[in-house]
């Protein structure tokens, strides 16, 4: 792939030898197939996430920071740019900086949602729990399918559960809609059993953490309700006790 990006200057090859590179842990030659990409198409989004994704997970965060840095101050309007830099800014605790990015591209639809899911979790970390959840829900309407678990968790531990349930409800008919397809798509297109069995294990995972998410929500629902009634009648107690163990 290399030898073909030498030979016809196509960057897909590069593109390719990079990500083989990196899925096979040598990240200090995925990295500089970034930098030769970037500095022949310093506008390849591709190349520049890479890099500074390959740089943050060889504990090269300040590099990673100050490429996304010089990129903004050549491009100071790319909203590709400005959400990059917020999201490495958040991951640093750089929060002010973080905000004040990530404040510019949340209304774009295309990042709306990991802009107000990052606001999110700044907004907690500093113990606004009201911008924390607004934040969350724009994210999930922005990626409903992204953010989901995220928002029925949060919805549960602040005890809204009458928001929570439709969420979970939602997340396990989604479940089974994926199979079906899964299963048609499998028929129709011929794929192999092992792919299906891949895809079918790993909805199934995602299935269990849902199941987990679901069960969590009714424990602390059932609490609450005991929590209520502690005082009351034995009646009540009753009630929610078997509430709890649904």
Same mark, same amino acid.
């Given at each position: 792939?290399?030898?073909?990006?030498?030979?016809?200057?196509?960057?897909?090859?590069?593109?390719?030898?990079?990500?083989?590179?990196?899925?096979?842990?040598?990240?200090?030659?995925?990295?500089?197939?970034?930098?030769?990409?970037?500095?022949?198409?310093?506008?390849?989004?591709?190349?520049?996430?890479?890099?500074?994704?390959?740089?943050?997970?060889?504990? !090269?965060? +300040?590099?990673?920071?100050?490429?996304? $840095? %010089? /990129?903004?101050?050549?491009?100071?309007?790319? @909203?590709?740019?400005? *959400?990059?830099?917020?999201?490495?800014?958040?991951?640093?605790?750089?929060?002010?900086?973080?905000?004040?990015?990530?404040?510019?591209?949340?209304?774009?639809?295309?990042?709306?949602?990991?802009?107000?899911?990052?606001?999110?979790?700044?907004?907690?970390?500093?113990?606004?729990?009201?911008?924390?959840?607004?934040?969350?829900?724009?994210?999930?309407?922005?990626?409903?399918?992204?953010?989901?678990?995220?928002?029925?968790? !949060?919805? +549960?531990?602040?005890?809204?559960?009458? $928001? %929570? /349930?439709?969420?979970?409800?939602?997340?396990? @008919?989604?479940?089974? *809609?994926?199979?079906?397809?899964?299963?048609?798509?499998?028929?129709?297109?011929?794929?192999?059993?092992?792919?299906?069995?891949?895809?079918?294990?790993?909805?199934?995972?995602?299935?269990?953490?849902?199941?987990?998410?679901?069960?969590?929500?009714?424990?602390?629902?059932?609490?609450?309700?005991?929590?209520?009634?502690?005082?009351?009648?034995?009646?009540?107690?009753?009630?929610?006790?078997?509430?709890?163990?649904?």
């Amino acid at each position: 792939l290399s030898a073909a990006y030498n030979a016809l200057g196509e960057p897909s090859y590069l593109k390719s030898h990079m990500q083989l590179l990196a899925q096979n842990g040598q990240d200090s030659a995925a990295i500089e197939d970034a930098r030769v990409l970037l500095s022949e198409f310093p506008e390849d989004s591709l190349a520049l996430k890479s890099l500074v994704q390959l740089l943050s997970k060889n504990q !090269r965060s +300040g590099e990673a920071l100050d490429t996304l $840095k %010089a /990129y903004h101050q050549r491009n100071p309007k790319s @909203k590709f740019i400005l *959400f990059t830099l917020g999201l490495q800014e958040a991951a640093m605790d750089l929060n002010h900086e973080a905000e004040q990015h990530l404040n510019k591209v949340k209304n774009d639809s295309l990042y709306a949602g990991g802009a107000y899911f990052t606001l999110s979790s700044l907004a907690l970390q500093k113990g606004d729990t009201a911008k924390a959840i607004k934040d969350l829900e724009l994210a999930y309407k922005a990626e409903p399918d992204t953010y989901g678990s995220e928002m029925a968790w !949060r919805y +549960g531990i602040s005890g809204k559960y009458d $928001k %929570a /349930y439709p969420i979970l409800d939602s997340l396990v @008919k989604s479940e089974a *809609f994926l199979d079906s397809m899964i299963s048609v798509r499998a028929a129709n297109e011929g794929w192999s059993a092992g792919k299906v069995g891949k895809l079918k294990t790993a909805l199934k995972e995602e299935s269990a953490k849902h199941q987990f998410l679901y069960g969590n929500v009714l424990l602390f629902n059932a609490e609450s309700i005991e929590d209520k009634y502690r005082s009351g009648d034995s009646a009540k107690r009753d009630s929610a006790r078997v509430f709890r163990e649904r």
